[in-house]
């Protein structure tokens, strides 16, 4: 489906993951409801527009106080998924869900960490014309170095891997359902939405914003969690880490080759002597480098066959509308 023209007040939904966010979201909620008014006073978007909260399985009462919101003021809207299937799914779902009802959404996280004052600058983007505005930390001051570190070194491995992505983008940022529209024929379940959203292509841009610290609540990014996400994102993106173990088993040979040539050479001239300790170093480095090795290309496999299953990648067992 194309859509045919661009409306001069287009209808936004923001887009609102939560997962067990009881404590922040009676605070997140009005300012999300606030800049809607916002935008709508200032002639930029539709009245129609809405906030479309993404109950992540929560634990706490996020849904209750989500179901409460949308009783309350119908801009607020509520799905919610049968359990938790994690932050990149529940924003898949949430977006998926809009793109038939509206003309942009925007995703952003509950806890207050993502300035909402960017979203004024994000419209103006898609109104000259941008199709996808993502948004950008400026600085990191508020994390903490190990957080900054990790996160920035990621960034430059992703680019190593030749996974295109937007240096310091999470995934606050604006999206057309024109966008939205293709982007659903991505159908892989492994989802890496900031690496995956530049391959949809159109006009884009970056709107930068400064992080805040979370309001409330904490984090469910634990290093674990932002280490799986980074493997997945390379994993999911790029099949670099296949082709560099190519090039290392070369490497490995040419190098074993020569070692050959030299222990005959040593044999000939009689100077061969019980080397236990050499062969011992040698097997030990080799079968961990074949067990490394095997683990990565055994990753591959392993998305190969969750890709192969297709498993559904959200399933919303309750909407308020
Ligand atoms: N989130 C989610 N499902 C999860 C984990 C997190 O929907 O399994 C949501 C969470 O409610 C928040 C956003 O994803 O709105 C980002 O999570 P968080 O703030 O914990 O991560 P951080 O900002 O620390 O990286
Ligand atoms: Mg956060």
Redesign the pocket.
Known sequence: MIREKRRSKPVLWIV??????QEVLPITAPEFRGKIEQLAAAGKISRESRVLF?N??SKDDTWKLIKGLAASDPHYLGISQSR????Q???LAGLMEAREKCDITIS????G?DDINAMDEMVDAYLRGCEVVYGVRSKRDTDTFFKRFTAESFYKLLSKMGVEVVFNH??YRLISSRVLDEFANFKEVNLFLRGMVPLVGFASTSVEYERHE?IA?????PLS??LSLAFDGITSLSVKPIRFITGFGAAVALISFIGVIWAIVCALMGKAITGWTSMVSILCFLSGVQLICTGVIGEYIGKIYLETKARPRYIISEKTF
């Open positions: 609102v993951p939560c997962y067990n966010e993404v992540d399985g938790n299937r994690g932050h799914n529940a924003v952003i996280d509950c806890d960490q999470a995934d979370r609540g904490e984090s469910h990014y969690k932002m």
